[in-house]
T-cell receptor, first 114, second 115 residues
Framework: GNSVTQMEGPVTLSEEAFLTINCTYT??????LFWYVQYPGEGLQLLLK?????DKGSNKGFEATYRKETTSFHLEKGSVQVSDSAVYFC?????????????FGKGTRLSVIA | EPEVTQTPSHQVTQMGQEVILRCVPI?????FYWYRQILGQKVEFLVS????????KSEIFDDQFSVERPDGSNFTLKIRSTKLEDSAMYFC?????????????FGDGTRLSIL
């Protein structure tokens, strides 16, 4: 079956530090890949996506590249801010599936301190 | 920007009682979903809904659960006889386009607490 594995949190960084959150996936088909972010007390918001190999998704300074050869979609940001503190979820949807439910990783909590 | 809205934001219910969680998907969306997140755990798929019927459901979505789109705007999740382990955050999501790589848009969730 399909699955997503994320690095365990929590991750604590100082402001302006470099962020990497690792994500690898297992999929029977050719999935689309997503990063969602959950700010405290809020729902899930789409951060970025990539739909084919070597695509780079980017938004708000975050980037992730779809690597088919390593089945990875690591999230990076060059300089984090306190406002980036949230839980980050890597997810996939199998485009061969009927109504494409998302499969999520366990989430990685990021805390950025000033 | 249009949003998915969920009500209530927090629901407290006695074990064994029925509960209905409500969602208003984005107005021109066609595909609807419910997910849940038990505290500290991953977000899990419950059910997807299209064209007035269930498209897919997970093993979590047993006979105690049902979904309905009673009118043109609401999409509800009913739990018939709640159990303690149903305590979780429940998220509704919707997607508009036919293309399967389009993202799902989520509401802010309903926190369900079973006593």
């Amino acid at each position: 079956g399909n699955s997503v594995t994320q690095m365990e949190g929590p991750v604590t960084l100082s402001e302006e530090a470099f962020l990497t959150i690792n994500c690898t996936y297992t999929a029977t088909g050719y999935p689309s890949l997503f990063w969602y972010v959950q700010y405290p007390g809020e729902g899930l918001q789409l951060l970025l996506k990539a739909t084919k190999a070597d695509d780079k998704g980017s938004n708000k300074g975050f980037e992730a590249t779809y690597r088919k050869e390593t089945t990875s979609f690591h999230l990076e940001k060059g300089s984090v801010q306190v406002s980036d503190s949230a839980v980050y979820f890597c997810a996939l949807s199998d485009r061969n599936s009927g109504n494409t439910p998302l499969v999520f990783g366990k989430g990685t909590r990021l805390s950025v301190i000033a | 920007e249009p949003e998915v809205t969920q009500t209530p934001s927090h629901q407290v219910t006695q074990m064994g009682q029925e509960v209905i969680l409500r969602c208003v998907p984005i107005s021109n969306h066609l595909y609807f979903y419910w997910y849940r997140q038990i505290l500290g755990q991953k977000v899990e798929f419950l059910v997807s809904f299209y064209n007035n019927e269930i498209s897919e459901k997970s093993e979590i979505f047993d006979d105690q659960f049902s979904v309905e789109r009673p009118d043109g705007s609401n999409f509800t999740l009913k739990i018939r006889s709640t159990k303690l382990e149903d305590s979780a955050m429940y998220f509704c999501a919707s997607r508009g386009e036919q293309a399967r790589n389009q993202p799902q848009h989520f509401g802010d969730g309903t926190r369900l607490s079973i006593l």
